[in-house]
């Protein structure tokens, strides 16, 4: 079980490192002079220099790597180009918190919501109710994130005013303000994530439900809630767990379009905004950021295996 | 009631090995993962019997159909501006206008061109780089397999749509930057399904036989491997086709998507957004279409899956 | 009689017809008897095990039939009924025990589970009564293995568990569908000899579901033997083996090897072949395993008259219009042959005229 452990933590900072030394070459790959990328007025000569010592723009790339690579260890992502030249990590640090409550409050709602609706599908299957939340899966994944959080912003923010359409207020200010300024963005993003879920868990239970030991506990003479709980529930829910790494990627995307409609200033916000104004320090940050939450989503992922499956903890 | 058997050895499948395709070469067979012969036929019998696939086959051809002869099928000129700004729809404009007058149904029509355009695409470059690199992979293995799947790997566990983000501001916007970002994305996905199928099926008998024989390894990957992986790969496609059309959309919206006098069902939603709470039909119509068209893909190629009866691979839906 | 099943039918409604997997089954089971039921796939065998037990799907499969146990007719009980009966009055033993228990859950809490909502055990009670479970069953070290996951056990392991899980609530009836046939030819004996000795000591009945002929003749005291649903013969395994009164029951015999026949080539302690008929060793002079030719029928499109017809030696054209009817041919001794009393004895050579061989 340890090793099983450390070899994934092992492989989550190696994915972080191929995905930091991508980005770094990505940033060479830009048309251009990456001094004036990095710089907004590459006329001021002293602002070069130290730029040129900072990074080492006038060494080998291999150096340039290194030093960019120790400070990003550190943290040190640059400044930003524009405004105040605000420290990037400055920046991340704001945002980070705010993109994580989103991508963790869609997430639950997410599950409280798909769990029980693939349960309810699986067990009665091909009833009304299978199909009916067999459908609101298949439209879940039709709809674009950001087009079902416009039309959540028409129907309770313009007209019924119940919530307030844009921003974010941290939960230092309350539950009901975090909330409220989270709930309708978390359904946008958290209902394609939903469907997927829902459906996992009824193509599982279902497969679940053949197998022979599920035959085996019915023959003992066991209640079909003990059966369908305590028996089936367990050995559906690990390749849904599979799927559940997997679709973190359409919680971050839609986050990153999402936060652009609600004018929350997440990273995706961040990002968004980096790569319109060529503000590459801020774009690397904020791609390394959302990548680490990507590659530590998908640890507690594997990690979470190793909880369920005792076959993966007894080895 | 044929047996069938879990751990894929032959009891009364494998017989008789048929020729898939009746022409001169006695070795190509059948594996025991494809559909048999006929499964075309089953196919339409599953649309017709299926309400969800029947709606999904007609709604899509009447896209193509739409995406096709659009310039025929409406008056109106996609940028033309008229002074009628923000109408409700009527019959001169049955969808509504813009705020700049232009009708909404012809845009959303020509919007359909690219929108399809975008989704045969990407997925088609994705599928052929994809399937090519997971052939290699599983055919022969050892480093060149490891090399492929690592990248797979550390593809496959990346949010596509931000790379295809990233790509597209680095090197800019335009329909072909678009296309060839958002088709990366599926690399991992074919190259995966491909690989799986070609270690089933490596393993194969009539292969080794065609190894015997003195065929050469490309043509044991053409002729015999290949066409039997063609079941999950096309299940695979329409996935990916549906993920295209929301990713374009997605980056149109966000500015990054094609060149704004091409429109794009993302960007009418972008240009409307300030308006969509005084004209609510810029908001509803555009989704709306984006929602019909992923959702005939869904259901066909679900549809699809049960006939071809592809196993799901990896688990991802 | 513990059990008396009368005229037991099961049919599915499938895409291609109906098919009539067990078909006017009738047997009796006595307290603490041993009772075999001998069929290869397709014979209906399990699907009537489960069919008795209720775990059949009820909208593909139809049940009918009587299913007398201890009085109560198990087949006109609801679910909730059923479900006092099954692990309780009734365990279960299945096929494959690598399949068979929960991979996430303890051996401890599968096999106390039962014994808990059935017998209304405490924890601890619970508990202890599984360590004394597993000692019966004969696995070493009970107590710390309860605490094991199945992965960890062996699969001859495996299936004592399911021994001692089908045991745990002092059941008067078990069920063993093709207990050992998943498992080592070592181990087999082993688990099958524990059957037997727990189910006698406990007087425990049992009803053992197989296809292997070899196994009925140690462990069992009655015999049914089971073609395309139906029983074609009934029997005490003594007066089956002595003298069977079926075409079926003969071709079997002569397909499984004996160790005290003359045979040359043939492997020494080879097995019993399954009964589609292939084998090596012998009965007869020569050594030569008699197999049984053709195919067991297609269960939807099954031919009017007697079932085996097409693969028997001794058929006639009667055989073809009327399904012989299950008579008495001697003391409780069953046969639906029509010509049950001119069928030679097993190991003498068939008279040319009675033997007449039905065309390919």
């Not at chain 1, 400055?90 to 349960?119: C, D, K, N, Q, Y």
């Not at chain 2, 009628?84 to 149904?105: I, N, Q, V, Y």
């Not at chain 2, 397999?145 to 550390?154: C, G, K, N, S």
């Amino acid at each position: 079980m340890t090793s099983y452990i450390l070899r994934r933590v092992l492989g989550a900072f190696v994915v972080m490192w191929a995905v930091a030394t991508l980005v770094f070459f990505m940033l060479r790959a830009v048309p251009g002079d990456p001094i004036a990328a990095m710089l907004f007025d590459a006329g001021d000569a002293a602002a070069v220099e130290a730029m040129k010592a900072r990074f080492g723009f006038d060494q080998s790339i291999f150096v340039q790597y290194f030093k960019w690579l120790w400070l990003t260890l550190q943290g040190d992502f640059g400044n930003s180009i524009y405004g105040s030249r605000v420290e990037v990590s400055r920046i991340i640090a704001e945002a980070l918190p705010r993109t994580l409550s989103l991508a963790l409050l869609a997430f639950v709602i997410a599950m409280v919501i798909a769990v029980p609706a693939g349960l309810i599908s699986a067990v009665h299957r091909n009833s009304a109710l299978d199909n009916g939340v067999t459908l609101f899966a298949f439209l879940g994944l039709a709809m674009p994130d950001f087009w079902l959080g416009i039309m959540l912003i028409i129907v309770f923010a313009a007209n019924l005013q119940w919530l307030p359409a844009i921003g974010y207020e941290p939960l230092s200010a309350g539950f009901w303000p975090w909330f409220s300024h989270l709930i309708m963005p978390a359904i946008a993003i958290g209902t394609p994530f939903a469907a997927i879920i829902a459906r996992m868990i009824r193509s599982s239970m279902l497969e679940v439900m053949r197998t022979e030991y599920i035959t085996v506990a019915r023959s003992k003479g066991l209640k079909n809630r003990t059966i369908l709980l305590r028996h089936a529930l367990p050995n559906a829910l690990i390749p849904v767990v599979t799927v559940m790494g997997i679709a973190v990627a359409l919680l971050m995307s839609g986050a990153v379009v999402v936060e652009n409609v609600f004018a929350i200033k997440g990273l995706g916000r961040v990002l968004i905004g980096g790569i319109l104004n060529r503000d590459y320090p801020v774009v690397q940050g904020a791609i390394l950021a959302v990548s680490a939450i990507f590659v530590f989503a998908n640890l507690a992922v594997d990690l979470l295996y190793g909880v369920i499956d005792p076959r993966i903890r007894y080895d | 009631m044929a047996p069938t058997t879990e751990a894929g050895g032959p009891i009364a499948s494998s017989s008789a090995p048929a020729s898939a395709s009746g022409e001169g070469d006695a070795l190509t067979t059948l594996s025991d993962h494809v559909p048999p012969p006929g499964a075309w036929k089953r196919f339409g019998r599953t649309l017709r019997r299926e309400r969800k696939a029947m709606f999904g086959a007609i709604v899509l051809g009447l896209l193509v159909f739409a995406a096709v002869f659009a310039p025929w099928l409406t008056p109106h000129d996609p940028n033309a501006m008229d002074f009628m700004f923000m109408e409700p729809p009527s019959l001169t404009h049955p969808l509504g206008t813009d705020d700049l007058g232009r009708d909404l149904l012809t845009r959303l029509l020509y919007g359909t061109r690219i929108s399809l355009f975008v989704g045969i695409s990407t997925v088609a470059i994705g599928l052929v780089i994809g399937v090519l690199l997971g052939l290699l992979a599983g055919y022969h293995g050892r480093w060149i397999d490891t090399i492929i799947m690592r990248y797979v790997d550390l593809q496959w566990a990346f949010p596509n749509f931000i790379i295809a983000v990233y790509l597209v501001a680095v090197f800019g916007t335009g329909l072909v930057n678009v296309i060839i970002a958002i088709s990366l994305a599926y690399i991992d996905d074919f190259a995966r399904v491909a690989r799986s199928m070609v270690l089933t099926i490596k393993e194969e008998q009539y292969v080794a036989a065609a190894r015997v024989l003195g065929a050469s390894d490309t043509r044991i990957m053409w002729r015999h491997i290949l066409p039997n992986t063609t079941a999950p790969i096309i299940v695979q496609a329409t996935v990916s086709v549906s993920y295209a059309i929301l990713a374009e959309a997605g980056l149109s919206f966000l500015g990054l998507g094609v060149e704004s006098d091409t429109p794009t069902w993302g960007l009418i939603l972008s240009d409307s957004r300030s308006f969509i709470s005084r004209a609510w039909w810029l908001g509803i119509f555009p989704g709306l279409f984006i929602v019909m068209t992923v959702l005939s893909i869904n259901f066909l190629g679900d549809a699809l899956r049960d006939t071809l009866d592809v196993r799901e691979v990896d688990g991802a839906s | 009689m513990l059990l008396d099943i009368e005229n037991l039918s099961v049919a599915f409604d499938t895409a291609d017809g109906v098919v009539q997997a067990v078909d006017d089954v009738s047997y009796s089971v006595g307290a603490g008897e041993t009772v075999a039921v001998v069929g290869e796939s397709g014979s209906g065998k399990s699907v009537g095990a489960l069919a008795l037990m209720g775990l059949l799907a009820s909208p593909p499969a139809r049940v009918t039939g009587r299913i007398l146990f201890e009085g109560t007719n198990l087949a006109g009980l609801d679910d909730e009924a059923l479900r006092q009966v099954r692990g309780r009055r009734i365990g279960m033993v299945f096929q494959e025990p690598m399949t068979s228990l929960n991979p996430l859950l303890t051996v401890g809490r599968q096999l106390t589970e039962g014994m808990r909502l059935h017998l209304g055990l405490g924890r601890r009670e619970a508990r202890d009564k599984a360590v004394e479970l597993l000692t019966l069953v004969g696995i070493p070290e009970p107590a710390s293995r309860l605490k094991q996951y199945p992965h960890q056990f062996s699969g001859g392991m495996r299936q004592r568990v399911m021994i001692a899980i089908a045991l745990a609530c002092d059941p008067a009836l078990i069920l063993a569908d093709e207990p050992t046939t998943a498992l080592d030819v070592t181990i087999q004996a082993q688990i099958l000899q524990l059957m037997k000795d727990l189910t006698t000591r406990l007087g425990v009945a049992l009803i053992l579901i197989t296809h292997d002929l070899g196994i009925v003749a140690r462990y069992a005291t009655r015999v049914n033997v089971m073609y395309a649903g139906r029983i074609v013969e009934s029997a005490s395994t003594r007066e089956l083996y002595a003298r069977p009164r079926h075409p079926y029951t003969l071709g079997l015999l002569a397909s499984v090897p004996r160790l005290d026949a003359p045979s040359q080539g043939a492997r020494r302690g080879a097995r019993a072949q399954p009964l589609q008929g292939s084998g090596r060793g012998g009965t007869g002079k020569g050594g030569r395993l008699v197999p049984i030719e053709g195919q067991p029928p297609d269960l939807a499109r099954l031919p009017p008259g007697c079932a085996y017809r097409a693969r028997c030696p001794y058929a006639v054209d009667e055989c073809a219009s009327v399904r012989p009817p299950l008579v008495s041919v001697g003391h409780a001794h069953l046969s639906a042959c029509l010509r049950a009393d001119e069928l030679p004895a097993p190991g003498a050579p068939p008279a040319d005229d009675l033997h007449r061989r039905a065309s390919s």
